[in-house]
Structure formats: C-alpha cells, structure tokens
C-alpha cells in the first residue's frame, strides 16, 4: 500500500534548493493542494525572481517566469483572459514586499480572484544574503552588516497586516512550516486560498514564514528554531481576513 | 463600399485594434493618448473585452505579458515617459517570445518633456526597446487611415513572427481628425498557439513562458534563433513610401506628421522648379535601407526632417553609406516645423548649399 508519494503537480526534476531550506515543504504544499482540488489541467502558476526563480521547472501545471516583483501584474492579465483557470503566483519577501509591492497591493486591492504564495524569510536569498523589507530589527545581513538600525533603514513591513487595512481582500493568513503541527496547518490555509479562487472568492495570499540556514548562517535546525524565537514575535502567526467566515 | 467616419487618430487605433480582434486592454493614463483608454473603457465591457487601468504603467506592460502569455491578443497605449516605464517589460516580451501591441504617442522629452507632439522616441524604440539584444516592429503612421490600417498590421505581424510591435504615432497624429475608412472585423491572429499557457488540461506537458537561461551556449543560440526571425522580418516587412523620386535630385527623408509637412514643402519646391521628392519610412524598425541606397546613387543630396535632434538621420546615414551629404531640418520640444522651415532648407541644398 502507497502510503506517501510525490504529488502528481510536482516534476522529477531535482530542487536546487539549499540544505534545510523551507521552498521544499511549501513547493510539496501547493503541489498537493492542487492534486487534491483536481486542478492541474487548469492552473497557470507564475513564477517570481528570487531564490524560486525556477520554480517553472518543479510544478507539472503551466508555468510563467515574470519580471522581479510583477508576478500579481502577470497573474492579473492571464486571470482575465482565462477567468475559468486557476492562477497562483508564488513569491518571495524581497519580490513581493520591496520591488513588487505597488502590484501586491494594487492586485489585492482589485480583489483580483488569484492565490498567492508569500514566501518570507526575511532576507534576499539568491543574491547571497541582503537585508529584506522584512528583515527584523537588529538583523545581521550583507547590506545591515551593524543589524538592521531603524533610523537608518526602517522597520520590517508586515504584509498580512498592511493588506487587512483594504476591503477587497477575501482571505489573508500568516504560517509557517518549522514544525509538523506548522506545516499541517500551513496546507490548510494554501489548499483553502485555492478553494476560494474556485469557489470565486477573491484575492487570497498566505504569507510562509521560512527559514534560509544559508544566509541566516544557522544550521537548518537552529534556523527552525530561530522562526519561533525571533520571527514569529515580529510576524504572529493567525488569520488577517477570511470573508468566507464573516 | 466602406463606411468613411470621422475619428481622432487615437480612436483610430483603438477602434482598429477592435476590429482586428484584439480583446484585452491594460493602460495608465498619460497625455496625449488617453483617448485610447477612454475609448477601450467605454467600448471593451460592452463587447466582452478586458478594459483594465493599471496602477503603473510597469503594471500594465506585464498585465499585457500575462494576457500574451495564453495566446491572446493584449494590448497597452502610453506617451514617451510611460514608454521608458514599459521597456522592462517589452524585454520581457522579446525574450519570453511573446507578441503583444504597444501605442506610443510620443510627447517632447527628456524627463517629464512636455505633452506636445514629438518624435525623439526614435532611438529609445528602434533600438530595442529595454535591456538585452532585440528588436521590436515599429511601425509610423503618417494619417488617421495609416493609424487604423497599421494597428491591424502590427498586431498581425507581431503574432505571426511572436514579436512585440510598437505603433510609433505623435501627439499630432493622436489628436487629429481625419476621415477614415475602418476595416471589417476581421483576426489578425492565430488562434493555435501551442506555445501558450492555457493549462494543461493533463494531456500535454506543461508549457512555459520563460525568457531566463542560464546556461550562455543555450541563451546565445536562443538569440541567434531570434534574430535569424529578425532577419526574415527585414526581408519581407519592410515598409515605405516613394513620393516624387522619379526624377529628384534631393530627398527628402520623414516620417509621420514630418512627412505630412513635407509633402506640403515639395509641392511649393516643385512650383519653383526644384527636383525634389521623398522616401517615407513606414516602419521604422525594419529601416528601409535598401531604397534609400538606391535613391542616394541618384540625388544630389538629403534633407531629414525630424521632430528630434536627427535621430532618425543616423540610420539614413548608414543605409547610405556616407555616400551623399544628409542635412536635418529639426524642431524639437513640442514644436512643429512648418511647410516654410522645410522649403527654407530645399532652396538652399538646391543651391548647393548646406542648409
């Protein structure tokens, strides 16, 4: 009996991620949340620049690689010449939150009927290490290498938050994968951001909080635990906005 | 036969880009185009089209490349600094091969400029558009009909060579009324597009649009690909217009409202019995180098006409090979030579002399 099997949505092709490093989990996330919705055959998902820059290469469904930062931008386009296929746009912090943050708000403030993945990790990962938006204060990067000095380089954004202030959003929710009790509810909440775009919901977005041992230069297990002592404090996990419960 | 209406050139356009099946507009309001939007946002929901303003211009370009990107015809309109806004995204077309139309109707720069007519887009557009080797299809209307006649064109060509295409118009062109005869509903596309991103229904692999390669032997054989389909474009889309050459000992080289103007300059030239014609290019990428070459075998001299500083000249100058002396008549800034500025200069190169 099969009791655990690679889901159909994602390829053989082997991640290029680093040892520890949490896409994997949130990669298999989607993957089987699309499996289990049955929407393979009708999803186009859009892939970010970032350290998920190929993410076209892992997931079975139609892919697009967009420009840094405009995957909500791309993701808006295809939804509305195809509104009867799903579109998600997987993203990370320094994509979705710094170069990209007049789409992400502009697309959730449309209400614009996609599902998008946020990947924060609180730092730049493919280009070896820089300071986030979301990097927290005090954080040691390659740009903050004196901690991230909130006189000089701000406080980190929180997007959940921020997009909450808006009323077309229909579902906003922040988790994490450092644990087995985390990632469980983590599928939760990106199998029902998909859900709601089947069911016409509206603009959905869970927020991941990830861990990058690399570039925090922790190992992958202290980096777990690092979501939980430092990142969790600053980003607390919960639902921001869930219409479907209202 | 055909009903003649009268329309403003940028409702031209947008009615054309209708009539040819083009079904998704995304744009950023901006002077002098913005009849284009009004026009897409009063007509599109009414037709079962997608009318949407953008919250930037860089929006809307990759509004336009998501839309492109499952095979439907998209479309974006814009002035000169939304333009340079866009070229991130034109990139991103030419490198995903992906087709899409963009508008520009061109204002005076640099920086803000101003939002009377110009044409000192020339380098920015024919050059490429944005980062990376590639070209795009630029096409220069000179009337209202050219307007409506050359949005069908562009898009057909940029889907039949899955190129971006540019129709290059001026705040003049944009603005005017003329009348004008539009085309039947008609496709200018295709409607197999196997490349796209539609899903995959599971019955294919999965399709990507993608302009990222990292290996350099597969990204340069994939430029080398794309300009082999460059070079088929010069060989059989090369489009201009010869006024009065049969005889002339100067030509004049324009394009767009310059070339309107010029026309205008010719006619009193003639009167005084100065052998004076013109080679107008209607694209401008491909450039006409070939009948231009040919013309400089035959003319004493050449006279470009430009609302830039000659940016335009640069290319005559190539595609004739230094051979004969190449004068520029410009006015820059929102300012429009007038029939007289351009006759001006045809005395004097008549003469001998350098204008």
């Known amino acids: ?246 | 036969m055909k009903e003649t209406v009268l329309m403003k050139g940028n409702e031209a356009i947008a009615e054309a880009a209708i009539l040819a099946g083009c079904r998704h507009y995304f744009g950023y309001p901006i002077t002098p185009q913005t009849e284009v939007a009004a026009y897409m946002a009063k007509k599109m929901p009414k037709i079962g089209g997608t009318f949407l303003q953008a919250e930037s211009e860089i929006a809307a370009i990759n509004m336009v490349y998501g839309a492109a990107s499952t095979g439907k015809p998209a479309m974006t309109s814009s002035s000169s600094p939304g333009i340079a806004l866009k070229c991130e995204g034109i990139s991103y077309l030419a490198g995903a091969d992906l087709p899409a139309l963009i508008v520009n109707v061109q204002r005076g720069g640099p920086g803000l400029g101003g939002i009377q007519p110009s044409q000192a887009d020339y380098f920015l557009v024919t050059r490429g558009p944005g980062h990376g080797d590639f070209h795009v299809l630029v096409f220069a209307p000179a009337s209202v009909q050219e307007m409506a006649d050359l949005t069908g064109r562009a898009l057909h060509l940029a889907w039949k060579y899955r190129m971006p295409a540019m129709l290059l118009a001026d705040g003049t062109m944009g603005q005017m009324m003329e009348p004008v005869q539009l085309p039947e509903p008609h496709n200018a596309f295709g409607t197999d597009n196997p490349w796209a991103t539609t899903g995959t229904e599971l019955k294919r692999p999965h399709n990507i649009i993608n302009s990222l390669e990292l290996s350099p032997e597969k990204l340069e054989q994939n430029n080398f690909s794309r300009y082999e389909r460059y070079r088929q474009v010069e060989e059989n889309e090369t489009l201009w217009e010869e006024y009065l050459m049969d005889d002339a000992r100067i030509c004049i080289v324009a394009c767009g409202i310059t070339a309107r103007i010029s026309r205008n300059a010719i006619a009193e030239a003639r009167k005084e019995g100065i052998k004076v014609g013109m080679i107008r290019p209607i694209t401008l990428w491909p450039f006409p180098k070939a009948p231009l070459a040919r013309a400089a075998e035959q003319v004493d001299s050449l006279l470009c006409v430009e609302m830039n500083m000659g940016q335009m000249k640069e290319d005559v100058v190539l595609a004739i090979r230094c051979q004969k002396p190449v004068d520029l008549c410009a006015r820059v800034g929102g300012m429009i030579p007038t029939p007289d500025e351009v006759l001006a200069h045809i005395r004097t190169l008549a003469k001998g002399g350098n204008a």
């Open chain 1, 1 to 246: 009996m099969v009791v655990f099997e690679k889901p159909h949505a994602l390829t053989d092709a082997v991640l290029h991620y680093c040892p520890g490093c949490t896409h994997g989990i949130v990669h298999r996330l989607v993957a089987e949340s699309i499996d289990e919705l049955g929407i393979e055959g009708k999803t186009i998902g859009i892939a970010p620049v970032g350290c998920s820059v190929l993410a076209y290469n892992y997931f079975n469904c139609d892919m697009i690689e967009a420009a840094h930062g405009r995957a909500p931008a791309v993701a808006t386009g295809v939804k509305r010449a195809l509104p009867d296929n799903i579109v998600f746009a997987y993203q990370g912090d320094g994509d979705l939150a710094s170069i990209g943050l007049c789409e992400t708000v502009s697309t959730a403030c449309r209400g614009e009927n996609v599902t998008i993945i946020f990947i924060n990790n609180a730092i730049y990962g493919m280009t070896g290490g820089q300071m986030a938006p979301t990097s927290l204060l005090g954080q040691v990067t390659q740009t903050s290498p004196y901690g991230r000095d909130p006189k000089t380089q701000g406080y980190p954004i929180r997007i959940c938050e921020l997009l909450a202030t808006l009323d077309a959003p229909a579902y906003l929710e922040r988790v994490t994968v450092n644990s087995v009790k985390n990632v469980n509810r983590a599928k939760k909440a990106i199998k029902k951001a998909f859900q709601n775009q089947i069911d016409g919901k509206g603009f959905s977005l869970v927020e991941v909080l990830s861990a990058c041992p690399t570039n925090w230069g922790m190992t992958p297990q202290k980096a777990l635990q690092w979501i939980d002592e430092a990142m969790i404090p600053a980003y607390p996990l919960g639902v921001f906005r869930d219409k479907g419960a209202e």
